[in-house]
Nanobody
Framework: QVQLVESGGGLVQPGGSLRLSCAASGFTFSSYWMNWVRQAPGKGLEWVSTISNGGGSTSYADSVKGRFTISRDTAKNTLYLQMNSLKPEDTAVYYC??????WGQGTQVNVSS
């Protein structure tokens, strides 16, 4: 069945870095544009970033532009999010997702001193 499994979250100090991964299975990963979406405590879902199926096109929310980098490895069926210069307001559960796909369990990112 279709699965998206996020990993790589954790506790990091402001200014630190994390790399999130999303292992995809059960569908043709290379055919889909992929997204990272996050949900902060007590708030709704917020779109973070999108990458085209071939990886040649990316886009970012203004709140993360210049700090986060989305990428994908089609050979490994894996989506990544490199997060640098993290801020407390980046604290959230991060999900990978594609249009029409399921939601995974997410990975928790906590940015705190």
């Amino acid at each position: 069945q279709v699965q998206l499994v996020e990993s790589g979250g954790g506790l990091v100090q402001p200014g630190g870095s994390l790399r999130l991964s999303c292992a995809a299975s059960g569908f043709t990963f290379s055919s889909y544009w992929m997204n990272w979406v996050r949900q902060a405590p007590g708030k709704g879902l917020e779109w973070v970033s999108t990458i085209s199926n071939g990886g040649g096109s990316t886009s970012y929310a203004d709140s993360v532009k210049g700090r986060f980098t989305i990428s994908r490895d089609t050979a490994k069926n894996t989506l990544y999010l490199q997060m640098n210069s993290l801020k407390p307001e980046d604290t959230a559960v991060y999900y990978c997702w594609y249009h029409g796909g399921p939601w995974g369990q997410g990975t928790q990112v906590n940015v705190s001193s």
